[in-house]
Every structure is written in C-alpha cells, then in structure tokens.
C-alpha cells in the first residue's frame, strides 16, 4: 500500500470519527422566519428551507432548475446534475417542498432550465447569516451547516448510514460516519451526566 493511500485513508478515518455542528429544526424554523422579512423574504427562506430540507451543498441548491424538481416512482425528488465528483444523484424532499418549490417557480414565471435561485455563493451566505443573526441563535451559520442539519435530522430519523450517504453523495461510508459519531458522543455525554457520585 502506498504511503500516500495510508495518508488519505488515515484522513478519511480522524473525519469519520469527528464530530459536526447544527441547527435544529426549531432553530431553522426561527431563521426561516427571519429570512421572510424583506423585499426578496419568500425567496431567502425558501433557500434555507431546501438547503436544510434536501442536505443540497450550496453550489448544487444555486444550480437547481425548475426541471430537475420532479417525481420518480412517486417520490418527489431532485435531480442533482453533475454535483460534486461531477456525479448524478437523486436526492428526496418532502412533499410540502416539492409544491413550494414549483408554486415559487411558477409565481416568478421560470422557464424549465431557469435557475430558481438566481444569485451566487456570496450572497446565499449573506441570507444564511442575516437570517440567523436576526433570530438571536447563539450559533454561527452558514449554508453547509445546514446540510449538516439535515443528515442529522434524518439520521435520528431513519438510523440508516448507507441511505444517508446516499442522499449527500458521499463516495464513501467515513464521510456520513461524522454524524453518527456526533450523534453517538451526545448520548454518551447524556448517559454520563446521569452518573451520580456520594459527595
């Protein structure tokens, strides 16, 4: 085995093991509100809720056409054109999503291959962290915490690894194995807490 395949192993391995920040969803909630206020608010908080709601990396919810909001075998899902690795992926969303989604598109008159979201990185940011600031949440923000969020609100849902790797696009297991770890240390610590000692 090649040293520089030990290297990039052990990398993947300290990942797999460390943890990652969060919102939770009533935290999202609260920034969503936020994100309303304004002259371009159902648009800033619909990017927030889709980049929460669908785990999309930023670059891939800036990408997202009208076209690629669809259903496949009855499951409303998003086509992810060329995402990172330059890979395809189908990506669910819930139902609620889907219909706002294609209401925003239809209200704003988009053509199939228009982009929903019509601004760039910079600026998806901004919105991230107005929003959160607004909200008064004692966390920092910023638009990849919110793909975070999603992969630990579905993985307390599902328990599933494999299903959520999927769902990110993660080449391998290590990657997805950061929420588990996370989720696993907060256990513990509440478990330890619970540990009574005679004064």
Not at 63 to 84: A, F, Q, W
Not at 113 to 135: C, E, G, S, Y
Not at 157 to 172: E, K, V
Request: with cysteine.
């Amino acid at each position: 085995m090649s040293n520089n395949l030990v290297i990039a192993r052990a990398g993947s391995l300290t990942k797999a093991g460390s943890t990652v920040p969060y919102l939770t969803q009533d935290e999202i909630s609260l920034i969503c509100q936020k994100a309303q206020e304004g002259r371009n608010g159902k648009r800033n908080s619909l990017l927030i809720l889709t980049l929460f709601q669908t785990g999309l990396r930023v670059s891939e919810a800036l990408s997202l056409i009208p076209g690629n909001v669809t259903n496949y075998n009855g499951i409303p899902v998003v086509y992810v054109r060329k995402g990172k690795g330059g890979k395809d992926r189908k990506v669910s969303l819930p139902e609620s999503l889907f219909h706002r989604l294609k209401s925003f598109a239809f209200d704003k008159k988009l053509e199939a291959k228009d982009r929903i979201f019509d601004i760039n990185r910079k600026m998806a940011w901004l919105i991230v962290k107005t929003a959160t600031r607004k909200a008064g949440i004692g966390k920092d923000a910023w638009p990849h915490i919110l793909r975070h969020s999603d992969a630990i609100y579905r993985l307390k849902a599902t328990g599933n690894p494999r299903a959520l790797q999927h769902h990110l696009g993660h080449s391998t297991l290590f990657m997805t194995m950061r929420y588990l770890s996370t989720l696993q240390e907060e256990e513990s610590l509440k478990i330890e807490s619970g540990v009574k000692f005679d004064e």
